[in-house]
C-alpha cells in the first residue's frame, strides 16, 4: 500500500522559498504569476492491507516526525 | 487560476531525504514502513483565463526554471 501525504505551510506563514519563485518567474517574462508558494510530498511504502489502520498509523508519523504542525498543514492520501 | 506543479525524483535517482524519513519512521517504531520518497510541490496563482495557454507556458516555467530534467519528473495540474 502506498500513502502520499502533501505537506503545505499554513495560510500567513512566511514563505521566502515561494516569494522567489515567483520573482525568478517574473525576471524571466513570465509576467502572468501573480504568486507561488512551495509545498513538499513524501511517499511511504506501507506494509499491510488495512486502509483505516494505515491512515491512523500515517497521521501519527506526520504529528511525530514529518510535519512541524506548528506551521505546517498536511493531508493524507492512501492509494492501491 | 490556479497552477500545482508536482516534482519528484526520476526513478532510479538516489534520494537520501527519503532514506533519512524511512530510517527515522522505523527509528521511532513505525515498523510497516518499507521505503520513502519526498518531492514538491509548487503552486502558482496565474493571470488570465485560458487553461491550455496557461499549461503551455507552465510547461515553459517548469523546463526553464522549476524542474531538473535531468533528474526529475514533472506533472502539472491547472484548477479552477
Chains 1, 2 share one sequence.
Not at 1 to 13: E, S
Not at 28 to 38: E, I, K, S, Y
Amino acid at each position: 500500500m502506498k500513502a502520499i501525504i502533501h505537506i503545505n505551510l499554513k495560510p500567513g506563514v512566511l514563505d521566502p522559498q515561494g516569494r522567489t519563485i515567483a520573482r525568478s518567474l517574473t525576471h524571466l517574462g513570465f509576467d502572468g504569476v501573480t504568486a507561488a508558494r512551495q509545498g513538499k510530498t513524501i511517499e511511504l511504502d506501507l506494509k499491510g492491507e488495512d486502509k483505516d489502520a494505515a491512515e491512523t498509523q500515517v497521521k501519527d508519523m506526520c504529528e511525530k516526525l514529518l510535519a512541524n504542525t506548528v506551521i505546517e498543514n498536511y493531508r493524507i492520501e492512501i492509494v492501491e
